[in-house]
């Protein structure tokens, strides 16, 4: 057989066999469809990456030796920011490719060509579990060594597509070519944390009874101290039962063992499993509502962080396969590129953004017109001109007025 499979290539455990295991995955991750209890923190990560993504419009940009211009009548943009396909809105699209991409560490999207004009139609997204990635080391189809995504259909059907012709947005990856979910990485993590709820709760349901001993004076059978023990236990068991007061024979002492939840670090260990759940999407703590470390003041720095810690590089992953695959190549080498639009996220309060105007304008590098449209407002007449302070001057001119000035009176010196 000349092809071999890319899930299988080499001696790694692939996505393509965890895909096998998603029950498993899932019931670890109390995210499974029979399950009542979810995982809060990872649906939450995925939400928010999935908002995040989705409400950022994207632009078509054309860089060259003049510097950027935005390009607002492109037709790609059109299909970008509003109507992918017929079937979908693009705020849709964009959150169920991020989720795919997040959940299963992969998502594929299938970009539809006019055939005649060669102009992009449509986009459409992939469940990426129909998904094979295939290396032809024998050249049947093609060039050797060449790979090749086949894609199956609802009924079956396979089809063959070389790698420019599909769009493959990767989570975490160990070898560039395939990302792997967030919650195979979590799935101890997780499965740790439902153990301690699920201490928590047989706490809770025990009366907060926990271990102890029954110290006695005599001997009794081994039959007479087990049907003490459980006596005591069915006095005590349930949260109805519990802060109530059971006698005890005489002659007989129950001493607790001092192990409360506070002993067993239990806040301690609930809060570090959603800091590393968080930790591994990339997600700030406050944005999953633990503030224990947030304060008023700094939240707004924290989302400025998290668009450079996270954001940032999933924007650029976003752009790098767009701008490759949906422009024909005399547009990328003219410096057509795909960019997301991140200034609603950079935006500041309303007198910083009006101090930086202002400092902006009077350096003479921003025109009014040009701070006003970053404002949402027209343009006013004569408001493209750069103005600037009249006082300013180069350092090698300072000085040449007042030269030029004793000049033209003659030359006469300090003591005349």
């Given at each position: 057989?000349?092809?071999?499979?890319?899930?299988?290539?080499?001696?790694?455990?692939?996505?393509?066999?965890?895909?096998?295991?998603?029950?498993?995955?899932?019931?670890?991750?109390?995210?499974?469809?029979?399950?009542?209890?979810?995982?809060?923190?990872?649906?939450?990560?995925?939400?928010?990456?999935?908002?995040?993504?989705?409400?950022?419009?994207?632009?078509?940009?054309?860089?060259?030796?003049?510097?950027?211009?935005?390009?607002?009548?492109?037709?790609?943009?059109?299909?970008?920011?509003?109507?992918?396909?017929?079937?979908?809105?693009?705020?849709?699209?964009?959150?169920?490719?991020?989720?795919?991409?997040?959940?299963?560490?992969?998502?594929?999207?299938?970009?539809?060509?006019?055939?005649?004009?060669?102009?992009?139609?449509?986009?459409?997204?992939?469940?990426?579990?129909?998904?094979?990635?295939?290396?032809?080391?024998?050249?049947?189809?093609?060039?050797?060594?060449?790979?090749?995504?086949?894609?199956?259909?609802?009924?079956?059907?396979?089809?063959?597509?070389?790698?420019?012709?599909?769009?493959?947005?990767?989570?975490?990856?160990?070898?560039?070519?395939?990302?792997?979910?967030?919650?195979?990485?979590?799935?101890?993590?997780?499965?740790?944390?439902?153990?301690?709820?699920?201490?928590?709760?047989?706490?809770?349901?025990?009366?907060?009874?926990?271990?102890?001993?029954?110290?006695?004076?005599?001997?009794?059978?081994?039959?007479?101290?087990?049907?003490?023990?459980?006596?005591?236990?069915?006095?005590?068991?349930?949260?109805?039962?519990?802060?109530?007061?059971?006698?005890?024979?005489?002659?007989?002492?129950?001493?607790?063992?001092?192990?409360?939840?506070?002993?067993?670090?239990?806040?301690?260990?609930?809060?570090?499993?959603?800091?590393?759940?968080?930790?591994?999407?990339?997600?700030?703590?406050?944005?999953v509502n633990d503030l224990s470390k947030s304060s008023f003041s700094s939240i707004s720095e924290q989302n400025r962080e998290f668009y450079i810690d996270t954001l940032l590089a999933i924007f650029k992953m976003y752009e790098c396969e767009m701008s490759y695959k949906l422009f024909h190549d005399h547009e990328i080498d003219k410096g057509f590129r795909v960019k997301f639009s991140v200034d609603n996220i950079l935006?500041?309060?309303?007198?910083?953004?009006?101090?930086?105007?202002?400092?902006?304008?009077?350096?003479?590098?921003?025109?009014?017109?040009?701070?006003?449209?970053?404002?949402?407002?027209?343009?006013?007449?004569?408001?493209?001109?750069?103005?600037?302070?009249?006082?300013?001057?180069?350092?090698?001119?300072?000085?040449?007025?007042?030269?030029?000035?004793?000049?033209?009176?003659?030359?006469?010196?300090?003591?005349?």
């Amino acid at each position: 057989m000349g092809l071999k499979n890319w899930f299988r290539f080499g001696n790694k455990r692939t996505v393509m066999e965890l895909n096998k295991d998603d029950d498993a995955i899932l019931k670890a991750l109390g995210i499974n469809e029979t399950a009542n209890a979810k995982e809060a923190t990872y649906f939450t990560c995925l939400r928010i990456l999935s908002d995040s993504v989705s409400k950022i419009s994207l632009e078509i940009i054309e860089r060259n030796g003049d510097g950027i211009k935005k390009h607002y009548g492109h037709k790609l943009e059109k299909i970008l920011n509003l109507k992918p396909n017929p079937y979908m809105s693009a705020n849709d699209f964009w959150k169920a490719v991020e989720h795919q991409r997040n959940d299963q560490g992969n998502a594929v999207v299938l970009p539809f060509f006019n055939a005649r004009t060669g102009v992009l139609e449509h986009l459409y997204p992939v469940d990426f579990k129909n998904v094979e990635l295939w290396i032809d080391n024998k050249g049947i189809l093609g060039d050797p060594d060449q790979f090749y995504y086949i894609i199956k259909d609802k009924l079956g059907n396979r089809y063959k597509y070389h790698p420019d012709d599909v769009l493959h947005f990767k989570g975490v990856t160990y070898d560039g070519m395939i990302g792997v979910p967030v919650k195979v990485v979590l799935a101890s993590l997780i499965e740790g944390n439902k153990g301690a709820q699920d201490y928590v709760k047989n706490f809770m349901e025990n009366g907060m009874f926990g271990s102890g001993t029954i110290q006695y004076t005599g001997d009794i059978s081994d039959n007479s101290a087990k049907n003490l023990a459980e006596k005591l236990f069915e006095n005590v068991k349930s949260v109805r039962n519990a802060g109530k007061i059971f006698p005890m024979p005489v002659g007989f002492q129950y001493q607790p063992m001092k192990l409360t939840m506070a002993d067993a670090q239990f806040l301690e260990l609930s809060q570090l499993s959603v800091r590393q759940i968080a930790g591994a999407f990339g997600i700030k703590l406050h944005q999953v509502n633990d503030l224990s470390k947030s304060s008023f003041s700094s939240i707004s720095e924290q989302n400025r962080e998290f668009y450079i810690d996270t954001l940032l590089a999933i924007f650029k992953m976003y752009e790098c396969e767009m701008s490759y695959k949906l422009f024909h190549d005399h547009e990328i080498d003219k410096g057509f590129r795909v960019k997301f639009s991140v200034d609603n996220i950079l935006r500041a309060d309303i007198k910083t953004r009006y101090e930086a105007y202002r400092i902006a304008i009077n350096a003479g590098f921003k025109t009014p017109n040009e701070c006003r449209k970053l404002e949402g407002d027209p343009a006013v007449p004569e408001g493209d001109d750069l103005i600037c302070n009249g006082n300013m001057q180069k350092v090698r001119d300072i000085g040449v007025f007042y030269k030029n000035k004793e000049g033209k009176s003659g030359g006469k010196g300090k003591d005349e």
